[in-house]
């Protein structure tokens, strides 16, 4: 979308509503115009994945939550989960502009977060919080 976002969404002690609506907003269903409430450790993961990179620069978001019609509307392209974490916003496809792509997701791997998927011909690694695992 060509959207930039530069918050600070917690404080130290509370995450900040306002922020995080705004966050959410972002990784909006832009297909559909539709927002999701995006799950809060994602933002985390991507600011340690940051730390763990050394990087303090931005980071793209191809992907965010994904409604149940564009998520049946991609699977016909083919690589979409059928019960996709986006249609949680439990999922974010990412990377990292002027980082190496297999940097990115060896930090994100070593969250031992969630999932981690390596799509180097689509330019982004997947994050979600569902169960450990990678591929």
Not at 8 to 34: P, S
Not at 60 to 71: F, M
Request: aromatic residues 8%; glycine residues 10%.
């Amino acid at each position: 979308t060509n959207e930039d976002l530069e918050t600070e969404y917690f404080d130290g002690k509370q995450y900040l509503k306002a922020e995080l609506q705004k966050m959410n907003y972002l990784c909006r269903d832009f297909r559909r115009n539709e927002v999701a409430k995006i799950d809060r450790r994602l933002f985390d993961a991507i600011t340690e994945i940051q730390a763990g990179l050394g990087h303090k620069g931005q980071v793209r978001i191809i992907s965010g939550y994904r409604s149940p019609a564009t998520n049946q509307a991609l699977r016909k392209t083919g690589g979409v989960a059928k019960k996709s974490y986006h249609m949680k916003g439990m999922a974010l496809d990412i990377a990292v502009p002027g980082v190496k792509l297999a940097e990115v997701r060896s930090a994100a791997l070593a969250l031992k977060l969630g999932g981690v998927g390596y799509y180097p011909n689509s330019g982004f690694v997947h994050i979600d919080t569902g169960p450990v695992r990678s591929w």
